[in-house]
């Protein structure tokens, strides 16, 4: 995720960190010669003079750019539900570190320099190797070692050989949840109470699967993304005879605008992957992991992370 100061002045048109243009450069660059050519020959293509005027580019564009509209909004409530639900799963963690600190009974409080033999900071590492194991499979990684440090030895070689870790480290978290309950070190109402915060990051991190794994319907976007070429390499046909030499600067606008919302467009729809663009998911994690192992007490804390040439991952 891009994160920097809004820019003003001619600085706007200077930035490129976050920009859609490196990804439409190589469109812009074939689209723009092109509508050059066509107003140095006026239209004509090999002694044949195409005639076209602005009334069917009027027709089509209007409705090509609230298509676009359309579907760049739809891929943004893609982005956005995926940011609310790793906000929830932010503040469930919270909520699950403090259930099993103050519900389940101890002899003496739950803090991190007792390890995670014992079982309410086992839970809260736990916890904090779900949020990471998740990033991970939504970004389609496979790095068991990070989960290493928060998890025991036999537990974490199981996570390391599973399909979806998430799920496995979620199963463990409830068999440790009933091992309380068998030893009587918490009330069955009490218990309900940490269960439910299982079963809302269980969810949240279903929800997150969903919008993976259902994208935007591939016909939709191929026909806007077809429509937005031909359109851009047929404009300069018909503004040649109504502007002139003007013609490549406005096509070049035009091709820019919508090139860029049908490539924004692409991007945005994928929110967890590893684009400029894309949700920070490595710093969501690494802030439950702040908040769960300072709720612990733990001097060891990480560092939060900061933006690398004002791209937060």
Same mark, same amino acid.
């Given at each position: ?5 809004r820019?003003s002045?001619f600085?706007?048109?200077l930035?490129a960190r976050?920009s859609?243009l490196?990804r439409?450069r190589?469109?812009l660059v ?7 050519l066509?107003t140095w ?9 195409i005639t ?6 009027s027709l089509i ?7 676009l509209g ?18 929830e799963?932010?503040?469930r963690?919270?909520n699950?570190?403090?259930q099993?600190?103050?519900l ?6 739950a803090?991190?320099?007792?390890g995670?033999a014992?079982?309410?900071v086992r *839970?809260?590492?736990?916890a ?7 990033c991970q ?7 068991p070692d990070e ?7 036999d537990e ?6 599973a399909n ?5 480290? *979620?199963?463990?978290?409830g068999? +440790?949840?009933?091992?309380c309950?068998r030893?009587k070190?918490? +009330?069955?109402?009490l ?7 299982m ?7 279903a929800?997150c699967?969903?919008?993976?794994s259902?994208?935007i319907?591939?016909?939709?976007t191929?026909l806007l ?5 031909i ?12 502007i002139?030499? *003007?013609t490549?600067f ?5 091709a820019y605008t919508f090139?860029?919302l049908d490539?924004?467009?692409?991007e945005?729809?994928?929110p967890f992957?590893?684009e400029?663009?894309?949700l920070p998911?490595?710093?969501i ?5 702040i ?5 612990l007490?733990?001097t060891?804390l990480?560092?939060?992370l900061?933006p690398v040439?004002f791209c937060?991952t």
């Open positions: 995720m891009i994160v920097r100061d820019p002045g600085s706007l048109f930035i976050g859609i490196p439409i190589f469109a074939i689209n723009i010669p092109v509508a050059t066509v020959s006026h239209g004509d293509l090999f002694r044949l003079k076209l005027t602005t009334i069917p580019f564009g209007l409705p090509l750019a609230i298509f359309f579907r760049n909004t739809a891929a943004y409530d893609r982005y956005w539900e995926g940011r609310k639900l790793w906000g799963l932010v503040l963690s919270r699950f570190a403090r099993c600190q103050s389940i009974g101890g002899a003496e409080p803090v991190a320099s007792l995670l014992d079982i309410r *839970m809260v590492y736990r904090i190797a779900f949020s990471h194991a998740l499979q939504l970004r389609d990684l496979r790095q989960l290493r440090a928060y998890l025991l030895a974490w070689q199981k996570i390391s050989q979806n870790p998430s799920v496995l480290l *979620m199963l463990h978290m068999l +440790d949840l009933g091992a309950l030893e070190r918490i +009330d069955e109402c218990a309900a109470t940490i269960d439910a915060s079963s809302a990051l269980t969810g949240a991190a929800a699967e969903r919008i993976k259902t994208p319907p591939f016909s939709y191929l993304h077809r429509t937005a070429y359109y851009c390499f047929l404009l300069p046909f018909g503004l040649v005879d109504s002139g030499f *003007m490549p406005v096509v070049a606008i035009v090139f860029g490539a924004l467009g692409d945005i729809e994928e992957g590893l400029s663009n894309d998911l490595d710093a994690c690494r802030t439950i992991e908040n769960l192992r300072e709720s007490q733990d060891n990480p560092p939060a900061a040439n937060l």
